[in-house]
């Protein structure tokens, strides 16, 4: 099959390599319908991350299952099926308090840019889709692999409910400064006190530091980019009264009930998606978005 | 009067000082029925946070309204009153979101341990009782002020609710191992996972490390111990999964509430208090707490 391969910090190639093959016999194999580059993937790209050896990349899908293991019950071939970027059984107590990504058996599910992906824990990671997905329901769909269900995972984590005050913190801000001057123009908007819930979506120490401090007393910080260098000061949270919650989004928690809203035409998270190439051009892709010239982009195997 | 003065670190003298005055139309004066000697005195008293020139000491009280200044409007002299350490005009956004510890007007009530006390914001700050307390209720009554209300807070915090499993890490503990033995004890009596809600009551990197670290993904750690030298990495954090809050207890959230389980025999937090000295005791006091041959000691003018 085809499948993107990242030789090095802005190598990515798309190369033939072997069909993946059922390891366990909780496996599922899919036909990948769509798939697409994650900011973190370009991490990877832009060598922030350590690239040992050359490896398989991407861990966001919508897929049409083709095989399962012997011990898979409820997912069938031929359905149409989401699942997470880490593999979760649904039945551990992670799982069942909805921290799907800390699952006790979870699994990284690595090399959905390809043609075919092999996902472990097939029966508690996937989601069917009820038919096969319109044309256009496709890249809602994907988007609720990660992007989506990243987001909806931080306002979940930051309480945010109607008539909350809310500031995310991250790229395309409406409150154009940064540092002490963003904290103050979050304050003069709030009553002088700060939002009710911030969303922390970079995961650097000036986020982090922003975020606590646009945050009023009582109010809640959700941080889902991953920490980099990011030390807080535990006094200084003390005397914030803010409560603070991040990790990986446990997507699977989610994802039945984002479906539903896609299918339903409720919500519409694949505009985020503004360049769609295909799977072959996948050096295109990280190119496109390492020179912002497109936010994030779908690939069609 | 005669008040508690802390003359320098290990030197606690009861003193001949001038009655307070209203200094502000919103305060009270208040006629001490009783007040204690706290774990946060212990820190002045030892040496661990640095005391520039001798002070007045103590914030914890019961007392009898004796005058209130020319705005205090639902306050009256003759009311027995509790406080927080914290004075707060409960009206600001803070204190209306029940973070009176925060409020925008605070101001630390200091210099309880004495028969007479300034109390500002008196009709924000002061709770009044219903009527005078009978002598057994004395003690419970006065633990509200800080040690119930602080326990009650991080309970709050910690989203302590019936059926959850609890782990506090603190003095008193029934898994007496600590550091990763700690951990590993609360992890075996809890599914392998982890606590879903842990108080860290003591305020050091280490109880920090092991508070979070006994805390299943998705649970709650509230820290109510004032934090020294602790930083907490922001990575270990969220691949926990474990949500933080901590803060000075806002106390006067939950009096009029822990003020009606005490009149009613629900609560008896003032078992916490296994001496009872008279105010010029206060030395022997401190002495008794710093030995370790009192828990909490209680004062009486």
């Excluded at 984590?157 to 005050?165: C, F, H, L, M, S």
């Excluded at 984002?258 to 769609?276: E, S």
Aim: charged share 20%.
């Amino acid at each position: 099959m085809r499948a993107t391969i990242i030789a090095k910090p802005g190598d990515i190639r798309v190369e033939n390599v072997p069909d993946p093959e059922i390891v366990q016999p909780t496996d599922a194999i899919l036909g990948i319908v769509a798939t697409c580059v994650c900011g973190s993937d370009l991490r990877d790209y832009r060598g922030i991350n350590p690239v040992d050896e050359p490896h398989p990349i991407g861990h966001e899908y919508l897929g049409v299952v083709e095989e399962v293991g012997g011990e898979v019950a409820s997912i069938k071939p031929g359905q149409f099926v989401i699942g997470s970027f880490f593999a979760s059984d649904n039945t551990c107590p992670n799982c069942h308090a909805g921290y799907h990504t800390s699952c006790l058996h979870r699994e990284f599910v690595g090399g959905a840019q390809a043609e075919y992906l092999r996902v472990p824990l097939a029966d508690g990671t996937l989601v069917a889709l009820p038919e096969e997905p319109h044309e256009e329901q496709v890249a809602s769909l994907l988007a609720c692999s990660d992007v989506m269900g990243t987001g909806w995972y931080a306002a979940v984590a930051a309480e945010v409910n109607p008539g909350v005050t809310v500031a995310v913190v991250g790229d395309g801000a409406v409150v154009t400064e940064r540092g002490e001057e963003g904290i103050t123009r979050i304050r003069e908007l709030t009553e002088g006190v700060g939002a009710d819930s911030v969303l922390e979506c970079v995961g650097t120490a000036e986020s982090m530091r922003q975020a606590l401090r646009s945050t009023r007393p009582g109010g809640n910080v959700a941080f889902v980019g991953v920490p980099h260098d990011v030390q807080i000061d535990g006094q200084e949270l003390f005397y914030s009264h803010v409560a603070l919650r991040g990790g990986p989004a446990p997507v699977r928690a989610f994802l039945r009930e984002l479906i539903d809203h896609v299918l339903a035409g409720r919500i519409n998270p694949g505009k985020v998606f503004d360049l769609t190439l295909p799977l072959d051009e996948a050096a295109e892709a990280y190119r496109a978005m390492d020179e912002r010239r497109a936010i994030k982009v779908l690939l069609r195997p």
